[in-house]
């Protein structure tokens, strides 16, 4: 079991930047493959970016692209989301997620919600115009 605790989310006027943080803790050993995800009301959570520790394999949403930037401490046990040029559209609740190395190596498999076991509680990012 792995617990993931987020922060850094806040309310940012659009072309803003916000730097999210994750911290893992328990069994992180196996949790190589490293994600965040969002969620919009009313719609679908949806992979943003992922990351596997062992490096070799990042990828990223079409939308965020040359906008975000994912990034992991391994020593602090910890993943970045670096996010500029924020628009409204990224309004969402932003998780952070966790699982096996496997999960990071197919791009379809790495931002999908349904291949992670591992979730934190969430951070609030709301972008204005």
């Known amino acids: 079991q792995v617990q993931l605790v987020e922060s850094g989310g806040g309310a940012v006027q659009a072309g803003g930047s916000l730097r999210l943080s994750c911290v893992a803790s328990?069994?992180?050993?196996?949790?190589?493959?490293m994600a965040w995800f969002r969620q919009a009301p009313g719609k679908e959570r949806e992979g943003v970016a992922s990351?596997?520790?062992?490096?070799?394999?990042?990828f990223y949403a079409d939308s965020v692209k040359g906008r975000f930037t994912i990034s992991q401490d391994k020593a602090k046990n910890s993943v970045f989301l670096e996010m500029n040029s924020l628009l409204p559209e990224d309004t969402a609740m932003y998780y952070c997620?966790?699982?096996?190395?496997?999960?990071?190596?197919?791009?379809?498999?790495?931002?999908?919600?349904?291949?992670?076991?591992?979730w934190g509680q969430g951070t609030q990012v709301t972008v204005s115009s």
């Open positions: 997620a966790a699982d096996i190395g496997a999960t990071c190596m197919n791009r379809d498999q790495a931002l999908s919600p349904r291949e992670y076991d591992n």
């Open positions: 328990g069994y992180t050993r196996s949790a190589t493959c």
């Open positions: 990351d596997y520790r062992g490096g070799g394999s990042t």
